[in-house]
Every structure is written in structure tokens, then in C-alpha cells.
């Protein structure tokens, strides 16, 4: 899919229109409703997930290669779907948020991505993403889950943890996962970093800084809600 295309600016818009109102939804409805609606969520991102495995596995493409949850963006998938069924488990909903906002979004961004619409992998790569990002709304801005004190250095070392089990992954395959080996072909931030093994680094380090921007964001939001007077019912 081209970078910008008409199919991609429809689904950058889609994910930003879906995240805005579901949270805004899920803070309106309050709870029980607002957790039916991470449940229904759960289940289609779920459902997108294994559509995209059961689609490379008809077509007789998936491989130990490219198609192991390997990346980032698949963590965020599955542990989006574990959030939003268990949305007072304070990791998961501290691993979606700083997960779904850097790794997802920059995978919504600047996809990696062959096929296009309307092929099913155009659907389940943006489900996926998109869902995750939308969970992270939902669950962050919208059930106010709020990353607790000391979230992004938990949050950085799992990371990193994860990082070096895909670069096990890399060696055991050759494939080329969280892109350690080389960068995307269809370009992305990671073209401004240098060349290998320097953008891993940089990548390293600029995780950390959005990880602590959007500590910033949720502090913000956090001093909001305790400055909001009181109304009786769920803010």
C-alpha cells in the first residue's frame, strides 16, 4: 500500500475518529456499560488477529519469517486484547497505552504493508493496529486507567526484554523483526536514525523520550480530573 494513498488517509482517519469517540463513549456510559464495550472490543481485535494468521495460512505465505508475534505491534495486539477484558489490571492498560501510542501508531503511520484494499490483510493490519490504539483511548482517556508512579521505566524494561527476545527471534529465522536486521522498505522514522546498527540505538532513545511524553500526557489528564469539581456521579 502506498504511503498516503487514499486507502491509507482513510484508515489514518478511521483509527483517529474510532479512538476520539469510544473514548469518549466509554468516559460518558461510565461502568458496566463502558466494559461491555472493551469486551466487544477485545473480541475484534482478537478476531482480526487470527483472521490475518488463518489468511496466511490459506494462502500457503505464512512463515517463522514474518509471521510469528514477534513485533511490537503484535505484543501490543495481544496484551490490548488482555487489557480490555481485565481493564482494572494496571500493567496490561500501562503496556497498551505507551505500547499502542508509539509502536502501533508509527505501524498506522507508516505501514508496512503490501496489500491494500480491498484485501482482507488490508483490513486485519488495521484492525489490529488501529484496535490497539483505540483500546488504549478507551481504557486511558476514557475509563481514566491512568499510569500508576514509576510506569514508564516498567514499561521501558519490558521493552527492552521483549526487544532482545525478537532479536533471538531474528537469529533462530532470519527474519527481520522490530525491523533490528534493516529498516522498512516503505520508509519510516527510522530512515531519520542513520544506518544499522546506529538506528537501533536512536530508536532506543527515542522510545524512551515519547515513553516520557506521554507520561507528560497522562499527568496532564490525571491533574484535570482532581482539579474537576465533584458531581455526584462518575467523572
Known amino acids: 500500500m502506498a504511503l498516503f494513498s487514499p486507502e491509507h488517509i482513510a484508515a489514518i482517519v478511521a483509527t483517529a475518529l474510532g479512538a476520539v469517540l469510544i473514548a469518549a463513549a466509554a468516559r460518558r ?13 477485545a473480541i475484534a481485535i482478537l478476531a482480526g488477529f487470527l483472521a490475518e494468521q488463518a489468511t496466511y495460512i490459506a494462502r500457503g505465505t505464512w512463515s517463522v519469517r514474518v509471521n ?5 505491534s503484535d505484543a501490543v495486539t495481544l496484551v490490548a486484547v488482555a487489557a480490555l477484558w481485565r481493564p482494572r489490571a494496571g500493567l496490561l492498560t500501562e503496556l497498551v497505552y505507551f505500547w499502542a501510542f508509539s509502536a502501533s501508531l508509527q505501524a498506522v503511520l507508516t505501514p508496512d504493508l503490501p496489500d491494500t484494499y480491498p484485501d482482507v490483510l488490508y483490513f486485519t493490519y488495521f484492525v489490529t493496529h488501529s484496535g490497539a490504539i483505540i483500546a488504549a483511548g478507551l481504557l486511558v482517556f476514557g475509563l481514566r486507567r491512568l499510569p500508576r508512579p514509576w510506569a514508564v521505566w516498567r514499561v521501558y524494561g519490558l521493552t527492552v526484554a521483549f526487544a532482545l ?20 522498505s516503505s520508509g519510516s522514522i527510522l530512515d531519520a536514525l542513520g544506518p544499522w546498527p546506529w538506528y537501533v540505538l536512536g530508536a532506543a532513545l527515542l522510545a524512551l523520550a515519547l515513553l516520557l511524553v506521554l507520561e507528560a500526557i497522562a499527568r496532564i489528564v490525571a491533574r484535570g480530573d482532581r482539579s474537576r469539581p465533584a458531581t455526584g456521579g462518575r467523572a
Open 29 to 41: 456510559l461510565g461502568e458496566p456499560p463502558a466494559t461491555l464495550l472493551a469486551r466487544a472490543l
Open 68 to 72: 510469528l508475534p514477534l513485533q511490537l
Open 165 to 184: 527476545l525478537a532479536a533471538i527471534g531474528c537469529l533462530a529465522t532470519g527474519g527481520n523483526y522490530m525491523f533490528l536486521r534493516r529498516k522498512p
